[in-house]
Protein backbone atom coordinates (compact mmCIF):
# COMPACT_ATOMS: atom_id res chain seq x y z
CA UNK A 1 0.00 0.00 0.00
CA UNK A 2 1.29 3.19 -0.93
CA UNK A 3 -0.42 6.61 -0.04
CA UNK A 4 0.85 10.09 -2.14
CA UNK A 5 0.21 13.50 -1.55
CA UNK A 6 0.79 16.53 -3.70
CA UNK A 7 1.78 19.91 -2.60
CA UNK A 8 2.95 23.10 -4.00
CA UNK A 9 -0.16 23.96 -5.95
CA UNK A 10 -1.09 27.32 -5.71
CA UNK A 11 -2.74 30.88 -7.91
CA UNK A 12 0.37 32.27 -10.40
CA UNK A 13 0.87 34.60 -13.28
CA UNK A 14 0.66 32.99 -16.55
CA UNK A 15 4.51 33.02 -17.61
CA UNK A 16 5.50 31.83 -13.80
CA UNK A 17 6.76 29.05 -12.19
CA UNK A 18 5.54 26.23 -10.08
CA UNK A 19 7.40 23.02 -8.51
CA UNK A 20 4.77 20.59 -7.67
CA UNK A 21 5.85 17.40 -5.23
CA UNK A 22 4.35 14.35 -4.10
CA UNK A 23 5.62 12.51 -0.90
CA UNK A 24 5.37 8.71 -1.19
CA UNK A 25 4.28 6.64 2.00
CA UNK A 26 6.20 4.83 2.80
CA UNK A 27 8.24 4.29 0.13
CA UNK A 28 9.14 5.74 -3.15
CA UNK A 29 11.10 3.05 -5.25
CA UNK A 30 12.79 3.64 -8.43
CA UNK A 31 11.95 0.69 -10.10
CA UNK A 32 8.13 2.58 -9.90
CA UNK A 33 6.43 4.21 -12.56
CA UNK A 34 5.94 7.29 -11.20
CA UNK A 35 3.41 9.96 -13.17
CA UNK A 36 1.92 13.69 -13.34
CA UNK A 37 -1.78 13.55 -14.63
CA UNK A 38 -4.17 16.64 -14.79
CA UNK A 39 -7.78 16.88 -14.34
CA UNK A 40 -9.46 19.69 -15.76
CA UNK A 41 -13.35 19.81 -15.00
CA UNK A 42 -16.01 18.18 -17.95
CA UNK A 43 -12.63 17.24 -19.89
CA UNK A 44 -10.94 14.00 -19.76
CA UNK A 45 -7.76 13.46 -17.61
CA UNK A 46 -4.38 14.27 -19.37
CA UNK A 47 -0.85 12.42 -18.67
CA UNK A 48 1.42 15.41 -18.30
CA UNK A 49 4.52 13.29 -17.33
CA UNK A 50 5.77 9.87 -16.71
CA UNK A 51 9.31 8.69 -15.15
CA UNK A 52 10.05 5.03 -15.95
CA UNK A 53 11.55 2.32 -13.80
CA UNK A 54 14.73 2.72 -16.22
CA UNK A 55 14.33 6.35 -15.56
CA UNK A 56 13.32 7.63 -19.12
CA UNK A 57 11.06 10.36 -18.76
CA UNK A 58 8.55 10.70 -21.26
CA UNK A 59 6.11 14.10 -21.67
CA UNK A 60 2.94 15.47 -23.39
CA UNK A 61 3.27 17.80 -26.20
CA UNK A 62 1.91 20.39 -24.10
CA UNK A 63 4.81 19.62 -21.40
CA UNK A 64 7.91 19.38 -23.44
CA UNK A 65 10.29 21.76 -23.04
CA UNK A 66 8.29 23.43 -20.36
CA UNK A 67 7.74 20.84 -17.29
CA UNK A 68 10.86 18.81 -16.29
CA UNK A 69 9.65 15.59 -14.04
CA UNK A 70 12.06 14.48 -11.21
CA UNK A 71 12.08 12.21 -8.24
CA UNK A 72 14.37 11.71 -5.18
CA UNK A 73 14.07 8.29 -3.81
CA UNK A 74 15.93 9.62 -0.71
CA UNK A 75 13.11 11.70 0.35
CA UNK A 76 9.99 9.49 -1.56
CA UNK A 77 9.05 12.33 -3.57
CA UNK A 78 8.31 13.19 -6.64
CA UNK A 79 8.49 16.10 -8.37
CA UNK A 80 7.19 18.44 -11.36
CA UNK A 81 8.93 21.39 -12.13
CA UNK A 82 6.66 23.56 -14.08
CA UNK A 83 7.79 26.67 -15.86
CA UNK A 84 6.47 29.27 -18.28
CA UNK A 85 3.13 28.32 -17.41
CA UNK A 86 0.09 28.93 -19.53
CA UNK A 87 -3.93 30.06 -18.30
CA UNK A 88 -4.41 26.33 -19.94
CA UNK A 89 -2.24 24.72 -17.81
CA UNK A 90 -5.18 25.26 -14.90
CA UNK A 91 -6.34 21.91 -13.45
CA UNK A 92 -6.05 19.61 -10.65
CA UNK A 93 -2.44 17.86 -10.48
CA UNK A 94 -2.27 14.45 -9.41
CA UNK A 95 0.54 12.15 -8.84
CA UNK A 96 0.45 8.40 -9.81
CA UNK A 97 2.72 5.48 -8.82
CA UNK A 98 2.45 1.95 -10.83
CA UNK A 99 4.41 -0.46 -8.93
CA UNK A 100 3.78 -4.00 -10.31
CA UNK A 101 0.34 -4.25 -11.55
CA UNK A 102 -0.88 -1.87 -8.69
CA UNK A 103 -1.55 1.99 -9.27
CA UNK A 104 -1.82 4.26 -6.66
CA UNK A 105 -2.93 7.93 -6.92
CA UNK A 106 -2.86 10.89 -4.80
CA UNK A 107 -5.80 13.30 -4.00
CA UNK A 108 -4.46 15.78 -6.07
CA UNK A 109 -3.65 19.91 -5.50
CA UNK A 110 -4.80 22.63 -7.94
CA UNK A 111 -2.83 24.86 -9.75
CA UNK A 112 -4.61 28.38 -11.41
CA UNK A 113 -2.59 30.29 -14.03
CA UNK A 114 -4.26 33.98 -14.30
CA UNK A 115 -3.62 35.68 -17.36
Known amino acids: QVQLAESGGGLVQAGGSLRLSCVAT????????ASWYRQIPGEQGQLVAQ???????HYAQFAEGRFAISRDTAKNTLYLEMNSLKPDDTAKYLC?????????WGQGTQVTVSS
Open 96 to 104: AVRRGSLYY
Open 26 to 33: PLLFSSDV
Open 51 to 57: MTETGSK
